[in-house]
């Protein structure tokens, strides 16, 4: 496998895990934080900025990721075995 292709499939396992840590942050907030992320979300996202929300209004958001990170490499293991 060349180098850019290696970069789209590790580009496709971020957005994965970014999406899944996302779904779960969401269902764990309560209905205003929930509010406040909608608003805050906009179609150009700063990346840092929403993981900054997330760590600020997801109580066990490091486990969130943790659990989600782990779950993503069980699922992977074997594409890159």
Same mark, same amino acid.
Request: charge should be negative; glycine fraction near 4%.
């Given at each position: 496998?060349? !180098?850019?292709?290696?970069? #789209?499939?590790? =580009?496709?396992?971020? $957005?994965?895990?970014?999406? !899944? *840590?996302? &779904?779960? !942050? *969401?269902?764990?907030? /309560? /209905?205003?934080?929930?509010? &406040?992320? =909608? $608003?805050?979300?906009?179609?150009?996202?700063?990346? $840092? #900025?929403?993981?900054? @929300?997330?760590? =600020?209004?997801?109580p066990g958001f490091s486990t969130? *990721? !943790?659990?989600?990170?782990?779950?993503? #490499?069980?699922?992977?293991?074997?594409? @890159?075995?």
């Amino acid at each position: 496998m060349d !180098s850019e292709e290696q970069e #789209k499939y590790i =580009e496709r396992i971020g $957005n994965l895990l970014f999406e !899944s *840590v996302i &779904e779960r !942050s *969401v269902s764990a907030m /309560d /209905d205003q934080a929930a509010m &406040e992320f =909608e $608003n805050f979300l906009s179609p150009e996202g700063d990346y $840092n #900025k929403v993981i900054s @929300f997330l760590q =600020e209004r997801v109580p066990g958001f490091s486990t969130i *990721v !943790s659990e989600e990170m782990s779950r993503l #490499k069980r699922a992977s293991s074997g594409i @890159f075995a």
